[in-house]
């Protein structure tokens, strides 16, 4: 049974918030009297992080990557500095062929591509729904083909499917398995080789001319990986085979199946795809090395930032600016300013394949980045803000790399909050609302900011990222004028300048873009200036300017109290009923029956896939939130540290714990 959100009357629906990525939940203290049902933030920003744990560490990992169907998993599983974003589903479609012999997940083996092409003849020019007769499993030369779902109409999602080719003639070298680290980069290398392969013959493209009664569908569909690295479950090797997922739109024309087109896309082309993508005989040895030994060298860096007294790393020699504000693809390299630390902030880390990096290290506590405007504060803060990932050659922040727990903060004006304790930062409003169990529909922006803080907190986040463009104002400052005309008893919001050095001794850190206002120089352990894109270390000069105006007026007024800890909590199984149909529509937005879940704002999102993932989460806590069930009254971090469990150790069969394919086509961040 799907969680059901409480039906917003404003018609907005759910929005999920920055962290966050809203369960419809009761959330209280486990053990605690029941709060009412709610689609709530449950933390997106740390929890499914940016980068599965097993990419995150260069420690051996001798079991697959869990076979998920096709989704991304990746986000800071801030909760252990490790990346969580793992979600599972339970949508497994059972075979309704004749009886025959099962393969795994349930497939039925109904024969050869022959025997397929031959099926297909047999339905041509029939109604729609005689596609049904193609699920199961077919045997060809060098490869199984399961068709795991078959869609139900011409409009409707894909049908799903996936090939299995044995590692005997996939002949993939041992060394690429050797570890967690390098499968992942692996499978993810072969994604992009097998969408390139399918794009290089037109493959994707759809057939037909539309219309009331014109032909439909017609393309296949595999996972579009951007220039992030991240655990996928579109391509799946293990010992015994590599496994590829996509998707089929099932042709048709005036309504009726199109044999011709599907026997030539799901015999003759599939057979090409296959081979070329999937074999290793087929790939650029060098090129899946080099993409290999990139994503190692980055997660080996990440694994030593915690040790070193670190939170970020910017290598020397990196290329920060995108090519526009559409694309994540890197500057040309003889237009940008390539990075350089300052003397006073380099440090060397070494890399299994680099070898030794210098770059600039920056270290936990409170560190605030300045500067004029369009002097790449923000270019920098959002390399940091993508470090939780792996990147692919040649992006130019290969070697950025950022604690695993390391979440993007920003006001979202307009999002809902459920049971949320934000009393550190709001107090005494004027209708005397309950802030230590705090409800809105419709947050303004410094109570989405503090919610989005405390949810974080709740989760595990080791680095907050701010930017102060995204940020609420009256949360983030109040000068003296302010101050003298609005005394602080009258004033309900404790401005985070008073909050972030308490936060710092709890052990989360604070990396802040800020260029209108000097007033956290006086809690900042390092100031960073950045001049037409080079960083200087402004440090020094910070201190001389913070003795001759004396302390922060908001220091003077709040004083910096001690963080009151986070009570946890808990999902009750109540808050589920009924079983909403799930969609997802694009990277920032998910459909739970009427209501509308709203992730646009979850800046550390890089993929519609990991959206799916998230989606799928949402079914999978669902089936454990039963009255009896593991979920019941069980604290969020329990909760995800279950997920990430039942992942791993499905990770140990060929199984998919969803079923079959599951529901992409081809990845996630999550508190």
């Not at 907005?12 to 605690?32: H, R």
């Not at 440090?347 to 030794?356: I, L, R, S, Y």
């Not at 500067?371 to 950025?400: C, H, Q, S």
Request: hydrophobic share 40%; charged share 20%; aromatic share 6%.
């Amino acid at each position: 049974m799907l969680p059901v959100p409480k039906r917003d009357k404003s018609g907005k629906g759910a929005k999920g918030g920055a962290t966050g990525f809203a369960f419809k939940s009761l959330y209280g203290a486990p053990g605690t009297k029941p709060r009412e049902p709610a689609f709530d933030g449950l933390g997106l920003a740390g929890r499914m992080s940016l980068g599965h744990k097993s990419a995150q560490s260069a420690a051996p990992a001798p079991h697959p990557p869990p076979v998920l169907g096709e989704k991304s998993f990746s986000h800071h599983r801030s909760h252990h500095g490790a990346v969580v974003a793992k979600a599972l589903s339970v949508n497994s479609v059972q075979p309704t062929s004749p009886p025959g012999k099962r393969q795994a997940c349930g497939a039925v083996t109904r024969g050869s591509a022959d025997d397929l092409a031959f099926a297909l003849a047999g339905i041509d020019g029939k109604a729609y729904k005689a596609y049904e007769e193609l699920r199961g499993c077919w045997e060809f030369k060098n490869f199984r083909l399961f068709v795991d779902h078959v869609q139900a109409y011409p409009h409707g999602p894909p049908s799903r499917c996936r090939v299995q080719v044995a590692q005997s003639l996939a002949s993939i070298p041992s060394w690429l398995l050797a570890n967690g680290v390098r499968r992942a980069a692996l499978c993810d290398y072969l994604t992009r080789r097998l969408r390139e392969v399918v794009e290089a013959t037109g493959g994707n493209v759809k057939e037909g001319h539309g219309g009331p009664a014109g032909d439909r569908g017609g393309e296949i569909l595999v996972d579009v990986p951007g220039q992030n690295v991240v655990e996928r479950t579109s391509v799946v090797v293990n010992s015994s085979h590599v496994e590829a997922r996509f998707s089929v739109g099932l042709p048709a024309q005036a309504g009726a199946v199109v044999a011709e087109w599907t026997t030539r896309a799901l015999t003759k082309n599939l057979a090409v795809h296959v081979e070329r993508a999937l074999f290793f005989n087929h790939q650029d040895a060098s090129a899946v090395q080099r993409h290999v030994e990139t994503v190692e060298d980055a997660a080996a860096l990440r694994s030593q930032l915690d040790q070193m007294g670190l939170v970020a790393f910017v290598a020397n020699g990196s290329i920060l600016p995108r090519r526009s504000g559409a694309s994540d693809k890197p500057m040309d390299a003889q237009d940008a300013v390539r990075f350089v630390s300052p003397p006073s902030l380099e440090v060397t880390m070494n890399a299994p394949h680099k070898g030794k990096v210098k770059g600039m290290g920056i270290k936990k506590g409170v560190t605030v980045i300045v500067g004029g405007g369009f002097n790449g504060k923000t270019t920098l803060l959002k390399a940091i803000e993508m470090g939780v990932y792996n990147k692919v050659p040649g992006d130019g922040r290969e070697l950025i790399v950022t604690d695993a727990g390391a979440v993007k903060i920003r006001a979202e004006e307009g999002r809902r909050v459920q049971a949320v304790d934000i009393s550190p930062y709001v107090s005494k409003l004027p209708q005397g609302e309950d802030t230590t169990n705090f409800k809105t529909e419709d947050a303004s922006g410094s109570i989405s900011q503090s919610a989005n803080i405390q949810e974080a907190y709740e989760a595990g986040a080791s680095v907050l990222l701010l930017d102060e463009d995204t940020c609420a104002t009256n949360f983030m400052i109040r000068d003296e004028r302010m101050q003298a005309l609005i005394s602080k008893d009258k004033e309900p919001i404790t401005p985070f300048i008073a909050r972030i050095r308490t936060l710092a001794n709890n052990k989360l850190s604070t990396i802040l873009v800020t260029g209108g206002s000097g007033e956290y120089f006086n809690v900042a352990d390092r100031v960073i200036c950045m001049e037409s894109y080079c960083p200087k270390d402004v440090t020094e000069d910070v201190k001389r300017i913070n003795q001759l105006f004396g302390e922060s007026a908001v220091l003077k007024k709040w004083g910096s109290r001690a963080y009151p800890s986070v009570v946890p909590r808990g999902i009750l199984p109540t808050s589920y009923y009924n079983e909403p149909k799930t969609s997802v529509r694009g990277r920032g937005l998910v459909h739970f029956g009427e209501e509308s879940l709203d992730l646009s704002a979850v800046e550390q999102l890089v993929e519609v896939s990991q959206t799916r993932a998230i989606a799928e989460a949402v079914h999978y806590v669902q089936s454990g939130a039963t009255q009896h069930g593991p979920f019941n009254r069980r604290s969020l971090s329990y909760i995800l540290d279950h997920i990430e469990q039942d992942i791993d150790r499905q990770a140990h069969g060929a199984a998919d714990m969803m079923g079959v394919a599951g529901r992409l086509s081809v990845w996630l961040l999550l508190l």
